[in-house]
T-cell receptor, first 112, second 112 residues
Framework: QQPVQSPQAVILREGEDAVINCSSSKALYSVHWYRQKHGEAPVFLMILLKGGEQKGHDKISASFNEKKQQSSLYLTASQLSYSGTYFCGTEISYNAGNMLTFGGGTRLMVKP | DTGVSQDPRHKITKRGQNVTFRCDPISEHNRLYWYRQTLGQGPEFLTYFQNEAQLEKSRLLSDRFSAERPKGSFSTLEIQRTEQGDSAMYLC??????????FGQGTRLTVV
């Protein structure tokens, strides 16, 4: 039931753009995006609740295609502070209720 | 409110001993999740509570693992007869229904 993320790793120069994809084999209620820096807890970035919804703040945005069971995270004009591992979490219906499961992560390194 | 808190932050135990971790969620949050994370991997779902009811438990979780959430407030995760393979970061997260989940700082378990 875990979502699949791609790519597994990205190396960027400051100012470049990146796209991280997340796909699921199950119908999704929502998609959550998190960033985790080494030795720290995952930090919430955004949640997408409806099919076809797009959200964004600053230079990080995301889209959610409910029909395709996919989401993408867009990082534009990347900054050094964007470095970390990005996880998508997908809320799926399970036996007794919904549960939130996470992909394996995409490691992003932004170099000066 | 100070967010999700976990205690202890670090635990070193000898193989075969029992350990118990505590998670205090954000006060109005009705959902509480436990995850396990090893180096370089995404958070692996362990179990999930809606209020005091444990709705889901990972099939990968052995009988040595048990979790409780009495009165729908704090939660405890107990591991009996610890093994070296149990060494990991144990993360707790809480959310208000299907909205964004917030993580605690985690408990790092080392089994020697």
């Amino acid at each position: 039931q875990q979502p699949v993320q791609s790519p597994q790793a990205v190396i960027l120069r400051e100012g470049e753009d990146a796209v991280i994809n997340c796909s699921s084999s199950k119908a999704l209620y929502s998609v959550h995006w998190y960033r985790q820096k080494h030795g720290e807890a995952p930090v919430f970035l955004m949640i997408l609740l409806k099919g076809g919804e797009q959200k964004g703040h600053d230079k990080i945005s995301a889209s959610f295609n409910e029909k395709k069971q996919q989401s993408s995270l867009y990082l534009t004009a990347s900054q050094l502070s964007y470095s970390g591992t990005y996880f998508c979490g997908t809320e799926i219906s399970y036996n007794a209720g919904n549960m939130l499961t996470f992909g394996g992560g995409t490691r992003l390194m932004v170099k000066p | 409110d100070t967010g999700v808190s976990q205690d202890p932050r670090h635990k070193i135990t000898k193989r075969g001993q029992n350990v118990t971790f505590r998670c205090d969620p954000i006060s109005e949050h009705n959902r509480l999740y436990w995850y396990r994370q090893t180096l370089g991997q995404g958070p692996e779902f362990l179990t999930y509570f809606q209020n005091e009811a444990q709705l889901e438990k990972s099939r990968l979780l052995s009988d040595r693992f048990s979790a409780e959430r009495p009165k729908g407030s704090f939660s405890t995760l107990e591991i009996q007869r610890t093994e070296q393979g149990d060494s990991a970061m144990y993360l707790c997260a809480s959310s208000l229904g299907p909205l964004e989940a917030f993580f605690g700082q985690g408990t790092r378990l080392t089994v020697v």
